[in-house]
């Protein structure tokens, strides 16, 4: 990716493409192994948000510029929480996950149509590129789980982050679908 903004992008199409699977298939199995990868990308991508995209904003357009996107990022990891622990067979996994799809859709819109644009306007395009190679190394290290109870202070994402080597362990454990049958974005 070229610059932040076709990293993020490029994460929400994926994580819709994810959803799109999980929602579309009777199959409690494959229903089971999109919601792991759809918690295993949301999580990450979140943090990286958290980390990359929200200090850029603060730093570049001005203090407090992220403050939104970090209440909807809040919203985002509360609801994708409660879907994380959900069993396919249970009755509100496919009404869960859609209104955590609906709150994630409404942000991205905001993110790809307002945030990104103002940023890339107000960055170098190596600055860009700079912010989408932090973003994709940043995920590397993210929890692959929601946490969104732990400490709000003063470094929530940092408390996170220590919460990432259990998930990274217990992930080995989780049901994922096949490579070949990810979606495969253009």
């Given at each position: 990716m070229?610059?932040?903004?076709d990293?993020?992008?490029a994460d929400?199409?994926?994580?819709?493409a994810?959803?799109?699977?999980?929602?579309?298939?009777?199959?409690p199995d494959e229903q089971?192994?999109f919601?792991n990868q759809?918690t295993?990308?949301?999580?990450r991508?979140v943090?990286g948000?958290?980390?990359v995209l929200?200090p850029?904003l603060?730093r570049?357009?001005g203090?407090g510029?992220?403050?939104?996107?970090?209440r909807?990022?809040q919203t985002?990891k509360?609801?994708?929480q409660?879907?994380?622990?959900?069993?396919a067979?249970?009755?509100?996994?496919?009404?869960?996950?859609?209104?955590?799809?609906?709150?994630?859709?409404s942000?991205?819109?905001?993110e790809?149509?307002?945030?990104l644009v103002?940023?890339e306007?107000?960055?170098?395009?190596?600055?860009s590129?700079?912010l989408a190679?932090?973003?994709?190394?940043?995920k590397?290290?993210?929890?692959?789980?929601?946490?969104?109870?732990?400490p709000a202070?003063?470094?929530?994402t940092?408390?996170s982050?220590?919460?990432?080597?259990?998930?990274h362990?217990?992930?080995?454990?989780?049901?994922?679908?096949?490579p070949e049958d990810?979606p495969?974005?253009d």
């Amino acid at each position: 990716m070229d610059r932040l903004t076709d990293a993020i992008s490029a994460d929400h199409r994926e994580l819709q493409a994810y959803f799109d699977r999980l929602v579309h298939s009777d199959d409690p199995d494959e229903q089971t192994r999109f919601q792991n990868q759809l918690t295993w990308g949301l999580a990450r991508h979140v943090v990286g948000e958290e980390l990359v995209l929200f200090p850029a904003l603060d730093r570049y357009l001005g203090p407090g510029e992220a403050t939104q996107d970090r209440r909807q990022n809040q919203t985002i990891k509360e609801k994708l929480q409660v879907f994380q622990d959900l069993a396919a067979s249970d009755p509100r996994f496919i009404s869960t996950v859609t209104l955590l799809m609906d709150d994630l859709a409404s942000h991205a819109h905001v993110e790809e149509s307002k945030d990104l644009v103002k940023l890339e306007g107000a960055i170098t395009a190596e600055e860009s590129k700079r912010l989408a190679k932090s973003f994709g190394r940043t995920k590397w290290f993210a929890p692959t789980r929601a946490h969104p109870n732990l400490p709000a202070s003063p470094y929530p994402t940092v408390s996170s982050l220590m919460a990432a080597p259990k998930d990274h362990l217990v992930d080995i454990f989780r049901k994922w679908p096949d490579p070949e049958d990810l979606p495969h974005l253009d």
